[in-house]
């Protein structure tokens, strides 16, 4: 039974979180140790978090929605894929069951951690790419490894828009502003449709989702005002560092 005083510590996280989404990615690194810290098993921890965070992953999507009007033929593609994905992600972790998924948590925080750290050589791969006319042009194909991360995405999630930028930028020509903004209306439907699969599921802990979704709404606004003010690849290798001591302390518990 969470105290008033765990509600706090989870809205905090979850504020944090909002505003680490906004100005660099890696918020599920923080929210999600918090909850398995505050005595929440680890799959209901990961399942909540899942539905207290998709307020901000709507708030992206939208924020970018002009660069997506003229691409509804490869979201009508990519977005089958991502819910699909998502679902599919969401079953496997119902269908891992707690005690292997406690022992998987290390891991998957310190991948999570690698796929944080590589996110600006990524982006500067892929600006390369596109200034030099390399794109590989397998838009029919682009439905396949963003299916595949969305898995990934539906199961844990911390790292996603790493994985699909990649996935995107290997498979189409297009700038890094409209792939980037593809990348949050897929992070956005994965995250919907895993979180719809998991109402179900009984492992949502609703009263926690409530504070931390308020929580994110007010740090991804805090974020945006951020902007400018904070270095994103401070931040980001602020949240990499954590991840790895939060994966250390997983590790010898």
């Not at 009007?69 to 599919?88: E, F, T």
């Not at 892929?126 to 595949?148: D, F, I």
């Not at 895993?194 to 409530?210: K, Q």
């Amino acid at each position: 039974m969470l105290t008033p005083l765990d509600y706090l510590f989870a809205a905090i996280a979850a504020l944090a979180a909002g505003a680490i989404n906004a100005l660099a990615g890696g918020g599920t690194l923080i929210t999600f140790p918090v909850l398995t810290f505050l005595g929440v098993p680890a799959v209901s921890a990961n399942v909540t978090n899942t539905v207290a965070l998709c307020p901000g992953y709507f708030g992206g999507t939208m924020a970018q929605a002009k660069d997506l009007k003229d691409q509804k033929n490869r979201l009508w593609l990519l977005m089958p894929a991502s819910v699909i994905g998502g679902v599919v992600g969401g079953f496997l972790l119902l269908q891992t069951g707690e005690k292997l998924f406690t022992e998987l948590v290390p891991y998957l925080i310190l991948l999570a951690c690698v796929l944080l750290a590589v996110q600006d050589p990524v982006r500067a791969w892929l600006t390369r790419r596109m200034a030099e006319g390399q794109g590989a042009n397998l838009e029919k194909l682009s439905w396949l490894p963003v299916g595949l991360a969305s898995i990934y995405g539906g199961y844990f999630g911390a790292g996603l828009s790493v994985i699909v930028l990649s996935a995107l930028g290997l498979t189409l020509e297009d700038s890094l502003t409209r792939l980037n903004a593809l990348k949050q209306a897929v992070a956005f439907a994965v995250n919907i449709a895993a979180a719809i699969f998991f109402l179900f599921s009984g492992h949502v802990l609703w009263t926690v989702a409530l504070v931390m979704a308020v929580g994110a709404l007010i740090g991804g606004n805090l974020g945006g005002r951020l902007a400018g003010k904070i270095k994103p690849s401070t931040l980001r290798w602020t949240v990499v560092t954590i991840g790895v001591i939060v994966a250390i302390i997983y590790f010898v518990r």
